[in-house]
């Protein structure tokens, strides 16, 4: 069955990558969240999908310029509109401690193709550990150095390289990586790769599907996720 993965949770109709946004993204029937993960001035692991807080806060500036105690007074709901009050930047162990008492596979998308984030890899992999969570997370980056190193820690962790430029053969490209999934921008995927990537046992899960005959089509090409923003849209096309 294809998965559903809610992309910044559901970020079509939330704020993006908040607590709120997680949980209607369960409500709505999403088999799993997409979230992106930075690190703060006092290396907490906070999710927030840009390097700066312009776009999505009432903040201004670097993440990583602020402890997680300056950064958490931002509104995360501001840039998005007022149907939702304020909504704190969520540390990533707010989500695993909310995903105790439920089934979802989380995503987490390590932000560290612009700022490196040294020791990112380990302070991610130490906090799913904690949280026994190893066999729920897949950790994607565009940061193929990364993900390597992200195996050589931990090399039962799920590991998906993100892309969005043309590559020949992905699969070797994962192959090379020793990573197990490819995640793509739907634009590059068709069922030739699909197919290449399913005799060798690599995942594909293309990003961001919005729009229904899309979303047909990804499912046809035999893809084994779905990342979207409107969850709901991919569920009830499954069903059908
Ligand atoms: O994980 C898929 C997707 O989130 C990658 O792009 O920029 O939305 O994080 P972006
Ligand atoms: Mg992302």
Known sequence: MVQVFAHRGA??????????????????????????????????????HDETLDRTTDGRGFVHDYTYEELRRYNANYKF???????????????????????????????????????????????????????????SSFNDESLVKCKQIAPSIETAILYNTRIMHPWYYAEHLGVDAIHPSYRLIDRY???????????????TINNVPLMKQIIEDGCDAIITDYPERAKSLLKK
């Open 11 to 48: 970020a079509g109709t939330y704020p993006e990558n908040t607590m709120v946004a997680f949980k209607k993204a369960k409500r709505l029937g999403a088999d799993g969240l997409e979230l992106d993960v930075q690190l703060t001035k006092d290396d907490q692991l906070v999710v927030i």
């Open 193 to 207: 790769i699909v197919e290449e990537c399913k005799k060798r046992n690599i995942a594909v899960r293309p990003y």
């Open 81 to 139: 509109g007022a149907k939702i009050d304020f909504c704190e930047i969520p540390l990533l162990e707010d989500v695993f401690k909310w995903c105790k008492d439920n089934t979802l596979k989380i995503n987490i998308e390590l932000k560290n193709n612009f700022i490196p984030y040294y020791g990112m890899e380990e302070e991610v992999i130490s906090l799913i550990r904690s949280h026994r969570l190893s066999k729920r997370v897949i950790l």
